[in-house]
Nanobody, 119 residues
Framework: QVQLVESGGGLVQAGGSLRLSCAAS????????VAWFRQAPGKEREFVAH????????YYTDFVNGRFTISRDNAKNTVYLQMNSLKPEDTGVYYC????????????WGQGTQVTVSS
């Protein structure tokens, strides 16, 4: 089982950038598909982006497509979320999650990192 730890969150002005990291423990991280989710205050958690185990395939929700980029470095057991052109509505707690199955629920979750975008 892998353990996930997010980092890189913070306070940024609208239009700015942040890069989130999701560091994983365990030697089998390269077998896991990884996603980023976020939860804004008072709202349900929502999907942001997903990357395949090899990093070949990526998927994004419509509202971040073109602004966010998900990537991974399996040698470093880390998945990244580069966020550009940030908007106040991107504010929330960002979580990474991982699963071994090709579809279905995510088995492992991190504790989250806060992102706040000021207008």
């Amino acid at each position: 089982q892998v353990q996930l730890v997010e980092s890189g969150g913070g306070l940024v002005q609208a239009g700015g950038s942040l890069r989130l990291s999701c560091a994983a423990s365990g030697r089998t991280f390269s077998n896991y598909r990884v996603a980023w989710f976020r939860q804004a205050p008072g709202k349900e958690r929502e999907f942001v982006a997903h990357i395949s185990a090899s990093g070949t395939n990526t998927y994004y929700t419509d509202f971040v497509n073109g602004r966010f980029t998900i990537s991974r470095d399996n040698a470093k057991n880390t998945v990244y979320l580069q966020m550009n052109s940030l908007k106040p509505e991107d504010t929330g707690v960002y979580y990474c999650a991982a699963r071994t199955r090709p579809v279905g629920s995510y088995e492992r979750w991190g504790q989250g990192t806060q992102v706040t975008v000021s207008s």
